[in-house]
C-alpha cells in the first residue's frame, strides 16, 4: 500500500512538571500556556546538560509546536585543567575528544596541550582538557568548542502527533495536555465502568449462592438425582442461567462450605463499590477527581527531580581561526599563468624564482600568513583565499582556478594583502581607477564580485598599496612615454565602479590600440620609479619628477627620447 511518513520530534520532559500542568489544566481549563510554563519550565533530557535557550524562545515553542533547544555540556575547572562533567543528550564522549584533537592536529588549537578521558563508572562523563598555560581563557576557549564541537547541540522540536480525531496534526502545549487529558478521563472512565459491569455481575451470582446455601440440601438432591439439574434449580429456586451455571460449576466441598456470613459481606462490600462507582461515574468532578488522584501517585511513585537545568546563555563563539596562527611574513606571488605560491618572510626577489616554461612572473604582494590574500582578475572581480592555506614556494605553486571560478577567459591581474582597513589602487590600462579599502574588495565566493568596471578593450593593471592618502604620490605612464605625476588623493576613494580617469589616453588611440597605460606606482617622497622600457630601464630620481607633476586627467611630461617603448614601472627599493 502508499504510506505517507511524518517528522515528529517531541523532546522528553520531567514527569512530575508535567503531572503538575496537567493537574492545573484539569481543575482550570481556562489557563494559558504561560500559566502551564510556570510548571512545565521546558524539556528534560537523560544528561544534566545545561539547556541555554531563552525563556521566551522556549515558550514560543510551546505556542507554536515547532523550534529548537540548545543544550551545552556541563564544565568546571579543577586544579587548572578544564573538566567536562556532563554531556548533551545523545553525544559520544570519544566522538567529542576525537573533534577536539581533529582540531589540534589542524594547528587551529594552540591554547590545548593535552586530552584525557577519565570517564569510569564512578564518574559517568569526565572529561579532561589541559590548557597549555595559565594565560589561556578557559570561558573564551570553552566558547570556541561549544561552536566548534558536539559539545553544544541544537535539538529540533516539532510536536506533530496523531491525536483523537485520527489525523496528524501539530500541537501547542494546551492543546496537547487537553486532548491528552481527554483521552485519560475517557480511558478511567471506560475502566471504572468495566469495574462497574464486574461488580454487578458478582453480586448477581452471590445472589444465586446465597439461595443455595440457604437451600443446600435440595440444591444437592437436584444435583445428583436429575439428569439435567440446570433447568430444574432455575425452576425450583427462580434462579437466572447465569446463576444455575454459577452453582454447578461451584465443586461439591466448596458448595458444603458456604457460610452465610461471607456471602453476605462481600455482597455488602461490592453493593459500597457499585454505589461509589455509580456516583463517580455520573458525576464529571468525582471523575476529574479519579484523574488527578492518580496523576498525583503516579508523581510520586515515578517522578524525579530535574536533570536538565535550564540556564540561559548568550550565544557561544568561535575563536577567529586567523587570531589562532602564527602571524609570519610572506609574500604572495603570482605568476603570468595564474599560479600562485607563498614564500616566508619579505625578503623575497620574486622576478629571481623559478617558474614553469612559457610562464613568468606577474605580480607580488607582502604580507601576514594570518590574513586573507585578495586577488583581483582581467575583468575586474576580486576573489579570496586565506594566506596559510597557499602553496609553499619551495615549488611552481597552483593554478588559482582550481579553487576559484573566475569568468571564462578571465586572467588574473595581480594579488593584495594586508588588514582590513589598508588601501590599494585600482586601475586599468585605458586610464581609469579609484582607491578602495581591501575589506570592500574580500569576496565570500568562489566566483569572486564585481569591483572594478573596465572600458570596452581595457585591461586590469596590477593593482598598488597605498601607505599614505594623503601623501602618497601616483605615477602612470603609457605605452607611448607620457608619464604624469599626481597625488594619490585626488583619486576618489569607494568600494567598486569605473573609478575617475588618471592620466589622459585619447580614446581613438586606445581603440586602435596606438596608446594605453603600461603600469602605476604608488610611491612615498624621496622615492625612485624604475620605468621598463624596449631600451633598458630608466632610473627617475625624486628631483626629476617634477618634469612629470601634473594635475590629474592630464597627460603629464614626455620621457626622454629612446624611452619611450615602455612596458612597465615600479618603485625602486
Same mark, same amino acid.
Not at 241 to 249: G, N, R
Not at 365 to 368: D, E, L, Q, S
Given at each position: 500500500g502508499i504510506a505517507v511518513g511524518m517528522a515528529t520530534d517531541i523532546p522528553p520532559h520531567n514527569l512530575r512538571e508535567v503531572a503538575a500542568a496537567c493537574i492545573r489544566l484539569l481543575? @482550570? +481549563?481556562? *489557563?494559558t500556556i504561560p500559566e502551564l510554563c510556570r510548571h512545565i519550565r521546558g524539556p528534560d533530557y537523560p544528561t544534566e546538560a545545561e539547556i541555554i535557550s531563552p525563556k521566551a524562545e522556549i515558550r514560543q515553542i510551546y505556542e507554536t509546536g515547532n523550534g529548537s533547544i540548545r543544550a551545552r555540556a556541563k564544565w568546571e575547572r579543577e586544579n587548572g585543567d578544564i573538566v567536562i562533567t556532563a554531556l548533551p543528550h545523545q553525544v559520544s564522549g570519544s566522538k567529542v575528544l576525537e573533534q577536539i584533537a581533529q582540531q589540534m592536529n589542524q594547528k587551529k588549537l594552540p591554547m590545548i596541550e593535552d586530552l584525557r578521558d577519565e570517564s569510569d563508572h564512578e564518574h559517568a562523563t569526565? @572529561?579532561?582538557i589541559v590548557p597549555r598555560s595559565n594565560r589561556v581563557d578557559p570561558v573564551e576557549l570553552m566558547d570556541h568548542l561549544f561552536t566548534t564541537t558536539d559539545l553544544e547541540r541544537t535539538y529540533r522540536v516539532n510536536i506533530n502527533m496523531i491525536g483523537l480525531g485520527g489525523r496528524p496534526r501539530v500541537y501547542n502545549l494546551k492543546e496537547l495536555l487537553s486532548e491528552w487529558l481527554g483521552f485519560r478521563t475517557e480511558t478511567v472512565r471506560r475502566r471504572l465502568q468495566y469495574r462497574l459491569e464486574h461488580v454487578k455481575e458478582r453480586l448477581h451470582i452471590l445472589d444465586g449462592l446465597l439461595i443455595a446455601f440457604l437451600n443446600l440440601d435440595e440444591v444437592i438432591r437436584i444435583i445428583r438425582r436429575e439428569d439435567e439439574p440446570k433447568p430444574k434449580l432455575i425452576k425450583r429456586f427462580k434462579l437466572t442461567? *447465569? =446463576?444455575?451455571?454459577?452453582? @454447578?460449576?461451584t465443586r461439591l466441598r466448596h458448595l458444603a462450605k458456604l457460610e452465610e456470613m461471607k456471602i453476605r459481606g462481600e455482597q455488602d462490600e461490592l453493593t459500597r463499590e457499585s454505589k461509589h462507582l455509580e456516583k463517580t461515574l455520573k458525576s464529571k468532578e468525582l471523575l476529574k477527581r479519579v484523574v488527578r488522584d492518580e496523576l498525583v501517585a503516579d508523581a510520586k511513585e515515578f517522578g524525579d527531580d530535574r536533570r536538565s537545568p535550564i540556564i540561559e546563555r548568550e550565544a557561544a563563539k568561535a575563536i577567529d581561526v586567523t587570531q589562532l596562527l602564527p602571524t609570519e611574513p610572506i609574500t604572495v606571488i603570482l605568476s603570468e599563468k595564474g599560479w600562485v605560491r607563498a614564500a616566508k618572510g619579505h625578503e623575497v626577489d620574486a622576478r629571481t624564482l623559478d617558474y614553469k616554461t612559457g610562464d613568468g612572473f606577474r605580480h607580488a604582494?607582502? $604580507?601576514?600568513s594570518n590574513q586573507l590574500a585578495v586577488f583581483i582578475d582581467s575583468t575586474g572581480r576580486t576573489y579570496s583565499l586565506p594566506a596559510h592555506k597557499l602553496p609553499s614556494a619551495r615549488g611552481h605553486g597552483e593554478p588559482l582556478s582550481t579553487q576559484l571560478r573566475p569568468p571564462p577567459g578571465a586572467s588574473f591581474a595581480g594579488v593584495m594583502i594586508g588588514d582590513p582597513n589598508e588601501l590599494y589602487l585600482l586601475s586599468t590600462n585605458a586610464g581609469y581607477g579609484f582607491v578602495a579599502k581591501l575589506e570592500d574588495l574580500i569576496a565570500n565566493k568562489k566566483a569572486g564580485k564585481a569591483v572594478l568596471k573596465p572600458t570596452k578593450g581595457a585591461k586590469v593593471l596590477p593593482p598598488q598599496p597605498v601607505t599614505d592618502l594623503n601623501k602618497d604620490l601616483l605615477a602612470a605612464v603609457t605605452t607611448t612615454g607620457q608619464m604624469l605625476v599626481f597625488k594619490v588623493k585626488n583619486l +576618489? =576613494?569607494?568600494p567598486k565602479g569605473k573609478g575617475n580617469k588618471i592620466l589622459n589616453v585619447p580614446t581613438a588611440k586606445f581603440i586602435k590600440g596606438e596608446e594605453a597605460v603600461a $603600469? *602605476?606606482?604608488v610611491f612615498g617622497a624621496g622615492k625612485h620609479l624604475v620605468v621598463h622600457t624596449s631600451k633598458g630601464d630608466l632610473d627617475v630620481s625624486p628631483e626629476e619628477l617634477? @618634469?612629470?607633476?601634473g594635475n590629474r586627467a592630464q597627460r603629464g611630461g614626455r620621457l626622454p627620447k629612446g624611452y619611450q617603448e615602455v612596458k612597465g614601472i615600479e618603485v625602486k627599493e
Open positions: 481543575e @482550570l +481549563p481556562n *489557563t569526565r @572529561l579532561v442461567d *447465569t =446463576q444455575a451455571e454459577a452453582i @454447578l460449576e604582494a607582502r $604580507g601576514k +576618489p =576613494q569607494m $603600469g *602605476t606606482a617634477e @618634469l612629470y607633476e
